[in-house]
Structure formats: structure tokens, C-alpha cells
Nanobody, 129 residues
């Protein structure tokens, strides 16, 4: 079983930056494809893809809404994946979830939520205008 623990969320003004971290345990980290998703406040809001990174960091994917502002990275020696968020906007306000895909059939940096088997508890990011 994989455990994921996010940290680094908080309150920031528009235009500011935050770096989220997600520490993984329970399985060899380099065997996991990692991703970040977010869920905005309000009824009916779904958990949406933000970014993903392959096992060896060669491949990354980003949602169009965050391209050029967010950067996903990982440190396999530290069992940690990061999400650097710059130029934050109020619409980035959400609970951010770290996710891991462990199946051997999952490769590269998938965007679909169904690829991910393990989830963190989430960390709140609030961007004020």
C-alpha cells in the first residue's frame, strides 16, 4: 500500500507562488507514476487533472490552464514529488491532491484520473485577489 502526504498549501495573493510537496512511502518511489489533481470549492466540482510526471522524469503533462505557470518535478532519492506554482490566480483556489499510479501497464505521464490508484489527503491552496 502506498501512502501519500501532501504539504505546502496555504493562502497567497494573486501573482504569488507556492510549492507543494508530496512524500510517498510503502513502495519503491521510482516505480510510481505521479500526478497532481485539484478540486475547486462548490457543489458538483470534480477532481481535475493538473500535472503528471513519468517514473524517470522524462515525460510531463500539464492541464492547459496551468501550462507555463506550474512545474511538476520529482526527486526519487527523496521519495517526493513537487508542484511549483507561480503566477497564481484566484481560479487556482482548490484542494490539491497528490496521486500515484503503480500498475506496470501505466506508463509515461497519464492525465486520466482512472490511471491513479493512490491518493493523498489533499492540501488547501487559496489565492486571494
Amino acid at each position: 500500500q502506498v501512502q501519500l502526504v501532501e504539504s505546502g498549501g496555504g493562502l497567497v495573493q494573486a501573482g504569488g507562488s507556492l510549492r507543494l510537496s508530496c512524500a510517498a512511502s510503502g513502495r519503491t518511489f521510482s516505480s510510481l507514476v505521479m500526478g497532481w489533481f485539484r478540486q475547486a470549492p462548490g457543489p458538483g466540482k470534480e477532481r481535475m487533472f493538473v500535472a503528471s510526471i513519468s517514473r524517470n522524469s522524462v515525460n510531463t503533462q500539464y492541464a492547459d490552464s496551468v501550462k507555463g505557470r506550474f512545474t511538476i518535478s520529482r526527486d526519487n532519492a527523496k521519495n517526493t514529488v513537487y508542484l511549483q506554482m507561480n503566477s497564481l490566480k484566484p481560479e487556482d483556489t482548490a484542494v490539491y491532491y497528490c496521486a500515484a499510479a503503480g500498475r506496470a501497464s501505466i506508463w509515461s505521464a497519464p492525465v486520466g484520473i482512472s490511471n491513479y490508484d493512490y491518493w493523498g489527503q489533499g492540501t488547501q491552496v487559496t489565492v486571494s485577489s
